[in-house]
């Protein structure tokens, strides 16, 4: 059952972030990576992360990849088309450089010795252990992602106020 | 997982239990408009449908009747795929999210499962804002796809609206499970049975009494209701997203609404309101049912209310609403609860 499901959300993760980067309307590529995101939470489902999965689909598929779509509407509302953009050297130096990160990736996953996965032990993976690790073990790497994330926030906010308007 | 039962037998139950969800879903929505239509006549001194069948309760039949045999159009150049995703995306994601709605104690069994829910995950009510928030794509979608711009305006405004008070509603229904530590929605109504000082139900808004106006506000914005129904304010936008939209497909956009409308009723009433506690549940467990779908029913009643009441407020208003009042507020109720359990643990019954 859990075989099953690995190789059909795997397929499906792989085929739709092709259709990502293959599509031609910006619309498509987002919704097609709308479901690459879909199917990467049912894999984490699968290993028992349970709040990593519910928290990929929350913040990615729900908040950030609807900005992205905000963008695309507001920037191609009328044809959904993208822009016709193009740097001379950037498609081969792209391809080259795709071809150098995808023989490092395989090295290193040839060379790794990998084992067979091991068994989760029981609640792992809730909600529950997540938080307990994140305070106990992690306290200090999240307090400064947290201070990380409001300096941004504060910073869009700055960014947005104009210079000649005083903020109310 | 109950061991005693397979798991062929366990799929098939829960198939059964969803096909029943379903069905019961679809005709909370036939009678939700039936309700609305009649309730918002009598507010404003009118019968309302009252012609087809006894009452009218045939009205959602001849409705349902009237939208399939509608000529079925798209627009011109409008994207076929995304135009067809939409609404189906919309039904979907509503009736999804009533997987892990409890209506009823744990302790009602057949075949050694829960009769009442069809299942309880961990991350239970996050499941839920995890699911709903999905359900944005077809709203935008929708605006974009039908290729007019009254669309494209109304769907990124509702879009807007949806993500803006998201936070809200997200923030308040936080201070019920600091109070509860848990996720699981059976575990938080089982912590709200029995009475404070023997008459006052311990349910959790008495507690949480701003958390409650907050949810219930940003609950109205979620679901694109009056007053916040700017997304379809016909004098600005036609119908917003909807406007391209004709027969079955503009049904299914009102679907969502109503199970919508349903979804957050019932989420109120479990984190709020006791969920299926009440008066001789210990005798009868059952019984449990009746009082949760009529405090959902009350909730539902009181949308209606709202609607024939309050006139529409500005844009402008709504964001300021959201941001500058919602969400500070909820905030605030997020530290004042992190007091109360901090000083007095035993309140919630989380510990």
Do not use: C
């Amino acid at each position: 059952m859990a075989q099953v499901l690995f190789w059909l959300m795997a397929i499906v993760a792989v085929a739709s972030a092709l259709t990502t980067i293959g599509s031609r309307r910006p619309v498509h590529s987002a919704l097609a990576f709308l479901v690459t995101l879909l199917s990467l939470a049912v894999l984490f489902l699968l290993r028992s992360a349970q709040f990593v999965a519910v928290i990929q689909i929350i913040i990615y598929a729900g908040a950030i990849l609807v900005l992205f779509l905000f963008v695309i509407m507001l920037l191609h509302a009328q044809s959904g088309e993208g822009p016709q953009l193009k740097l001379r050297f950037q498609r081969p130096l792209a391809i080259w450089l795709a071809l150098l990160l995808f023989g490092g990736l395989s090295y290193l996953l040839i060379s790794s010795p990998l084992s067979a996965a091991q068994p989760v032990p029981a609640g792992m993976g809730t909600v529950q252990a997540v938080g307990g690790t994140l305070f106990a073990h992690f306290l200090l790497p999240f307090e400064v992602a947290s201070i990380l994330l409001l300096i941004g926030v504060i910073g869009a906010v700055v960014l947005t106020v104009k210079e000649d308007e005083q903020p109310k | 997982m109950p061991s005693n039962i397979s798991l062929l037998a366990l799929v098939l139950i829960t198939i059964v239990k969803g096909a029943v969800l379903i069905g019961a879903l679809l005709t909370v929505f036939a009678y939700g408009t039936w309700l609305e239509r009649r309730l918002v006549g009598r507010f404003q001194l009118r019968l309302g449908p009252n012609r087809v069948g006894p009452g009218g309760l045939l009205q959602p039949l001849a409705d349902g009747v009237k939208a399939m045999f509608k000529e079925d159009f798209v627009p011109a150049q409008a994207d076929r795929l995304a135009y067809w995703l939409a609404p189906a995306l919309v039904v979907a994601v509503a009736l999804t999210a009533f997987a892990v709605i409890p209506f009823g104690p744990p302790a009602v069994k057949l075949f050694g499962v829960p009769l009442f829910y069809i299942s309880n995950v961990n991350a239970g009510i996050l499941l839920i804002l995890a699911v709903t928030s999905i359900g944005a794509y077809g709203v935008i979608l929708g605006g974009w796809a039908s290729n007019s711009k009254y669309s494209l305006l109304g769907g990124l405004r509702s879009t807007a609206q949806l993500i803006s008070y998201e936070l809200g509603v997200g923030l308040a229904i936080l201070g019920v499970i600091l109070l509860a530590g848990t996720l699981e929605l059976p575990q938080i109504v089982e912590q709200q049975a029995g009475s404070w000082f023997g008459f006052l139900p311990r349910w959790n808004i008495f507690l949480q009494p701003l958390g409650f106006l907050l949810y219930a506000i940003g609950a109205l914005a979620e679901t694109n209701r009056a007053p916040f129904d700017l997304p379809e304010s016909e004098h600005e936008l036609t119908a917003g997203y909807q406007t391209e939209y004709g027969g079955m497909k503009s049904a299914m956009f009102y679907m969502a609404e109503y199970i919508d409308i349903a979804l957050v009723s019932s989420i109120a009433t479990l984190l709020f309101l006791g969920g299926w506690q009440g008066p001789f549940i210990q005798q009868l467990p059952a019984l449990g049912v009746l009082w949760f779908l009529l405090k959902v029913l009350a909730f539902i009643f009181v949308f209606i209310w709202l609607r024939a009441t309050l006139p529409r407020i500005r844009y402008d208003q709504l964001m300021d609403l959201g941001w500058k009042v919602v969400l500070p507020l909820a905030l605030l109720n997020l530290l004042l609860t992190a007091l109360m359990v901090l000083i007095w643990p035993w309140l919630g019954g989380g510990g």
